[in-house]
């Protein structure tokens, strides 16, 4: 389980950074297999150039010995050592190397030389021995003059890095800054359409009339801009086809209603005119609710600049006129004087007095807490004194019509549309409404709302 949670802090969430460090490994290995290519054929060729300097050295000396008198010799020799990495003799016996059998390519070398020195047949080598270790980098060349003398070469060769010089160091980073600089910005561009996806999604969310993406760009982008634009506008006109259904269904039967409630009116018994004009108007406001929640659903209104703590207050202070009989303690608000928020006005007052109102007829109080900005989000708390709500119970009473309290009381009971209205003003505004029990007994409405 460890080992998961270790590989998960490795391997990022986010798309863009997958694909970058994908990229990125790939850029990295491939570079580091480049140097390792380029190291080794720096490496050959430098040796092969080495080993090529050292045959020539060697001819011409041989050539300067077997032209040269043999008290001559000796001389020549110690002219011909002279500085560097390379050291001559002369041997009267067959030399013994602890060394194995050269690489043929020393052996090329050696062979070519001998052929170009312009030398009479006469006075070519005898013999010639190669013998090199690649492992100590050092080689050793014997040559036997006709006299039967060896002339004797030992070289050692100079080991070779790639990062032998500061300047391929400093063109290798740059290589590789700009590599990933690219990398780091095809990458951003090609997920960017992505995250301009996810964000007119959110928007959709919060208002179907939100403005389409441009189908511009590449036709990948272009198609999905498309298709998107095309949900949208079928998701627009289901939501206006609702709409529309809802208020002709509203507006036919305000008329019905109204003949109604005039032939009640003419009933001759008390009793049943009362009971008929009831009904009649729990019917009519089933009808405006009805209404009111399918027009919540569909927002109008623009956003705007709201101070939501002067909301807040305003929501209490017309509830506390409403209901002169509660005492002063019923209605509190606890949180900072002044707290903006884009939001709109009428809508999210609307919400408010439906938490509050909740609060008060299943609590007998409300206590209203807003809480200071936190990544973006502001967070309202509605409390109340009352009996709570079954933990199953707490998601239920969202759903249109639903109703904990069994009585048809408009006045206890109520619609069964306040909550869900709140929950859609609050997501139509990018935030949500949840409901759970106080540890110490009551209900805590939760409103959430992005700054």
């Known amino acids: 389980m460890l080992s998961r949670v270790r590989a998960w802090r490795i391997w990022p969430t986010s798309l863009a950074a997958r694909t970058a460090l994908v990229l990125l490994g790939g850029l990295l290995v491939s570079q580091v297999g480049g140097l390792m290519l380029h190291a080794l054929d720096r490496a050959e060729m430098l040796h092969s150039a080495q080993e090529h300097e050292m045959a020539r050295r060697m001819m011409i000396t041989y050539r300067s010995l077997v032209l040269a008198r043999p ?93 032998h010089s500061n300047a391929f160091l400093v063109t290798f980073g740059v290589m590789s800054a700009v590599a990933a600089m690219l990398t780091l910005w095809a990458v951003r561009r090609l997920v960017e359409p992505v995250s301009t996806l996810a964000g007119a999604a959110e928007a959709l969310g919060r208002d179907v009339n939100a403005p389409p993406l441009p189908e511009t760009g590449p036709a990948e982008l272009a198609t999905a801009a498309a298709a998107f634009n095309t949900m949208a506008a079928r998701i627009r006109r289901f939501v206006d086809d609702r709409t529309f259904l809802l208020t002709a269904i509203g507006h036919d039967l305000r008329t019905p209603i109204t003949r109604l409630r005039l032939r009640a009116e003419f009933m001759e018994d008390d009793d049943q005119r009362t009971r008929m004009l009831a009904d009649l108007d729990e019917l009519e406001a089933m009808v405006n609710a009805t209404l009111a929640f399918g027009r919540d659903a569909t927002p109008s209104e623009p956003a705007v600049a709201v101070d939501l703590a002067a909301l807040v207050n305003t929501v209490l202070t017309d509830a506390a006129d409403a209901r002169p009989e509660l005492p002063a303690e019923a209605l509190a608000y606890a949180g900072p004087d002044h707290l903006a928020v884009t939001a709109r006005p009428v809508a999210l007052k609307r919400a408010l007095v439906n938490l509050v109102a909740n609060a008060l007829n299943y609590g007998g109080s409300a206590t209203v807490r807003l809480m200071p900005p936190q990544d973006g989000q502001v967070v309202l708390h509605v409390d109340d004194d009352g009996p709570g709500i079954p933990p199953e119970e707490l998601e239920r009473v969202f759903l249109p019509f639903q109703r904990l309290e069994p009585s048809r009381n408009r006045e206890t009971g109520g619609m069964g549309l306040g909550l869900p209205i709140t929950r859609n003003i609050a997501r139509a505004h990018g935030g949500d409404v949840t409901l759970q029990n106080r540890p110490g007994g009551g209900l805590r409405a939760t409103l959430i709302l992005p700054t």
């Open 71 to 163: 008290e001559q010799r000796a001389t020549l020799i110690d002219q011909a050592r002279g500085p560097g990495d390379m050291t001559l003799s002369l041997s009267e016996a067959e030399p013994r190397f602890d060394l194995p059998p050269s690489p043929a390519q020393l052996q090329r070398h050696m062979q070519s030389h001998t052929q170009i020195v312009p030398l009479p047949a006469s006075l070519r080598p005898r013999q010639m021995l190669v013998h090199g270790s690649e492992g100590d980098a050092r080689v050793a060349v014997a040559l036997q003059l006709p006299e039967g003398q060896w002339l004797v070469a030992e070289m050692l060769l100079r080991p070779v890095w790639p990062w």
